[in-house]
Nanobody, 124 residues
Framework: QGQLVESGGGLVQTGASLRLSCAAS????????MGWFRQAPGKEREFVAS????????YYTDSVKGRFTISRDNAKNTVYLQMNDLKPEDTAVYYC?????????????????WGQGTQVTVSS
């Protein structure tokens, strides 16, 4: 099992941008779908975005389409989530996840390993 470490969270104002990073160690991410989930206070963890192991396809929850972009750099063993036009409802702890080898990662059931999370807070 490898380790996933998120970074890049913080406190920003409405309309600002942040880029989250997820650095993997102990295992190459090359053949694994990677994704981001988030959990707001008092709510269940939810899917945000994912990218296929090949990088050929990306998936987003409706509320972030057009604002968030997921990408991966296999050479750096890192996955990114570029978040633009942030809104207060984006406030949550953001978790990086890896799915099963060459599988899909579009919901919680597809995740096989998790990072510890990074807090994103958007003030109005």
């Amino acid at each position: 099992q490898g380790q996933l470490v998120e970074s890049g969270g913080g406190l920003v104002q409405t309309g600002a941008s942040l880029r989250l990073s997820c650095a993997a160690s102990g295992r190459a991410i090359t053949n694994f779908p990677m994704g981001w989930f988030r959990q707001a206070p008092g709510k269940e963890r939810e899917f945000v975005a994912s990218i296929r192991w090949s990088g050929s396809s990306t998936y987003y929850t409706d509320s972030v389409k057009g604002r968030f972009t997921i990408s991966r750099d296999n050479a750096k063993n890192t996955v990114y989530l570029q978040m633009n036009d942030l809104k207060p409802e984006d406030t949550a702890v953001y978790y990086c996840a890896a799915g099963a080898i060459r599988g899909l990662l579009t919901d919680l059931s597809g995740a096989r390993s998790w990072g510890q999370g990074t807090q994103v807070t958007v003030s109005s």
